[in-house]
């Protein structure tokens, strides 16, 4: 059996914390993900990525990076976990815990798992009039209402000293299984999102 990851450990803490029951999903040949969570009557299925190394993170000098490209690479890399737990009548929770930056901020802060779930922030000009739309979530967008809608959620676990991990919640709108918030609600910051639908306006 390999050793637990640190991510690992936290969740699991986490969950003894709150009081949570939890089990690891049994291994197969097939991509499965890493736990069963019972919150409120309801199973959830559970992935945990752990990122270990953080493209543009110079702890030395100046970092950079663009907004949510760690977060895509987590959701790219769990889509067979994901769908499983769909095909197995599950909702399917991604969860990704920041264990290269000590202060877990960088690559996972709420904007770069808002713009990898649901796209660049984008503004529409008119080169004509000079009028911009409203600002609306566009290109790049990881969670689509036709694609990667098996995912419920994706969460970020986070520990800061030597309290209890602490973990928020992303709600996935265009999920075909979604998470049971009202119950994950006294233990999870739960972020529910609202896609903000831009009509195009006039180009002259």
């Known amino acids: 059996m390999n ?3 640190e991510s690992e450990r936290l969740f699991e803490a986490f969950c003894t914390h709150h009081g949570l029951p939890w089990e690891p999903i049994e291994t197969d040949t097939t991509s499965r ?3 069963r969570l019972m919150v409120g009557g309801v199973t959830i299925a559970v992935e945990i990525k752990q990122l270990d190394e953080l493209a543009g993170l110079n702890p030395n000098g100046v970092s950079s ?3 949510g490209d760690h977060v895509r690479a987590a959701i790219k890399s769990a889509r067979h976990q994901i769908r499983w737990a769909d095909q197995s009548g599950m909702p ?3 969860i990704i815990y920041n264990a290269r930056d000590p202060m877990q901020l960088f690559g996972t802060e709420e904007h770069d798992f808002t713009t990898a779930m649901y796209g660049e922030l984008t503004a529409n ?3 004509v009039t000079g009028r ?3 600002i609306f979530h566009g290109k790049n967008a990881r969670l689509r209402n036709d694609d990667n ?3 419920s959620g994706v969460g970020h676990l986070i520990r800061r000293g030597h309290g209890p991990p602490s973990l928020t919640v992303y709600e ?3 999920a075909t299984r979604a998470l049971p918030f009202e119950q994950l609600a006294p233990y999870v910051e739960v972020k529910r999102i609202e896609i903000e639908q831009v009509s195009p306006f006039p180009m002259s």
């Open 3 to 5: 050793p637990k990851t």
């Open 33 to 35: 993900p890493d736990y």
């Open 65 to 67: 990076r663009t907004p």
């Open 92 to 94: 399917g929770l991604l």
């Open 125 to 127: 000009v008119s080169i």
């Open 132 to 134: 911009r739309s409203p």
């Open 149 to 151: 809608m098996w995912f």
């Open 172 to 174: 996935n709108v265009h």
